[in-house]
């Protein structure tokens, strides 16, 4: 493996970009912090809790007072929060999920939570990109720095459960919101962006629509009220929405409710039918069927006008006679549009891949934070194209630049 490094200079050409070469020890030590990371099987069905007594602990050690933030509602999941530095000082925040995806169907080549080092550099496992590889760089860019000298304040927010609906971010805020505290304007969110700084992304709400009909014995159809046949019919009215919220047109919700979103509204709202449950037996007329689907509004935009919508939409499909249909509304993951220009986006900027400044096909944990006084940016190391997929990867080099920018930020922010 190559162990050079370049660094990112701002305002110098790739004539004037100085090389590093770190130490063994660095690399070693984000190698293993990764290794131990990823063995952790934080796939969002399972607990959360030994991933986070291993961050807690280690960061406790680097002199970070620790908060577990326990969801009373989903035994075993937890946020962990580390704090050091003055108090209210608008220091740093610096965040990231502990769980991943599953893994299962998929063509691994190896033990997904055992990380492979190939020849070319390449870290393959689950979780290495999104995100653990940014874990592991915020274990050795901190202990790299003297933080007893802190003029600003650094919080760490490590979440749970940010794959399916961003859960533990929207607990803590709910959480640091009854308790009337506020986390640091500056907030770094190390998704993996190949080093791109984005600070937008659409949201996501999802939606489970129940259909209720009458059984029967299936060599007497009329005895009974096909649920699958009037979700059907619930499908195709709301693929017919999708293909009309998709060429902009949404009467009730196309208005970005926040000016700043510009021409956001006019990208479209994606809709997606999800999966379809219902029926038990083929001689059996089935009486229930579940319909689940999500919705992405642009940044800038609220739900509630497109849930009405669809609503709306769902009221006027024909059932079957005797049958009968309700919506729930299972989860609003918000939509993010921070405003250009931010201190944090300065700094972030002399470590960038490119000058452009994007938006994140994706919903983070950012959303959320927004209602505890931040104003998050995505940037990270590894890409999310290899995400979610079998071996994952992150590179080396990678980590080891994310390492010296979360010094070198948390220096030129806090220090």
Not at 23 to 36: G, Y
Not at 395 to 409: C, M, N, P, R
Request: aromatic content about 4%.
């Amino acid at each position: 493996m190559d162990r050079r490094v370049g660094r990112r200079l701002h305002g110098l050409g790739p004539a004037h970009v100085a090389r590093l070469v770190p130490t063994d020890a660095l690399i070693d030590a984000l190698i293993a912090d990764l290794r131990t990371l990823v063995a952790f099987p934080t796939v969002s069905s399972r607990p959360v809790t030994a991933i986070a007594a291993f961050l807690a602990e280690r960061f406790e050690a680097l002199g970070f007072a620790i908060e577990c933030f326990d969801d009373p509602t989903m035994p075993g999941k937890t946020n962990v929060v580390c704090t050091i530095g003055p108090a209210d000082s608008d220091g740093l925040v610096l965040s990231g999920h502990m769980d991943v995806v599953p893994t299962e169907g998929q063509p691994w080549t190896g033990d997904p939570f055992v990380v492979r080092q190939q020849h070319d550099g390449r870290l393959l496992g689950r979780g290495t990109a999104d995100m653990k590889g940014f874990l592991a760089a915020c274990l050795s860019g901190l202990a790299s720095l003297d933080l007893r000298r802190l003029k600003r304040q650094v919080i760490l927010v490590w979440t749970h459960d940010e794959e399916v609906g961003c859960h533990g971010s929207a607990h803590l805020a709910r959480t640091l919101q009854a308790l009337d505290r506020r986390l640091p304007s500056a907030c770094w969110i190390g998704e993996p962006t190949d080093f791109q700084i984005l600070r937008k992304h659409a949201g996501h709400v999802g939606v489970e629509v129940r259909l209720f009909g009458r059984a029967a014995h299936s060599a007497y159809p009329e005895l009974g009220a096909n649920a699958v046949v009037g979700a059907s019919r619930v499908v195709a009215a709301l693929d017919a929405l999708g293909r009309r919220w998709a060429t902009h047109d949404s009467g009730a919700g196309g208005e970005p409710t926040d000016q700043r979103a510009g021409s956001f509204a006019a990208q479209g709202v994606p809709l997606n039918v999800g999966n379809i449950h219902g029926g038990t037996a083929i001689n059996i007329v089935p009486d229930r069927c579940t319909v689940q689907l999500g919705f992405r509004p642009q940044p800038g935009m609220g739900h509630a006008a497109l849930f009405a919508e669809l609503q709306a939409c769902l009221d006027e499909v024909r059932l079957p006679d005797g049958s009968r249909l309700e919506s729930e509304l299972l989860r609003v993951t918000p939509s993010l549009l921070t405003r250009a220009g931010t201190d944090l986006q300065g700094l972030l900027a002399r470590h960038a891949s490119t000058p452009d400044v994007g938006t994140a096909g994706y919903a983070t944990d950012g959303g959320n934070l927004v209602a505890v006084g931040c104003e998050p940016l995505i940037f990270g190391p590894g890409s999310i194209k290899v995400a979610h997929q079998a071996d994952e990867y992150v590179a080396a080099q990678a980590l080891v630049e994310a390492a010296q920018q979360v010094a070198a930020v948390v220096t030129a922010r806090c220090l």
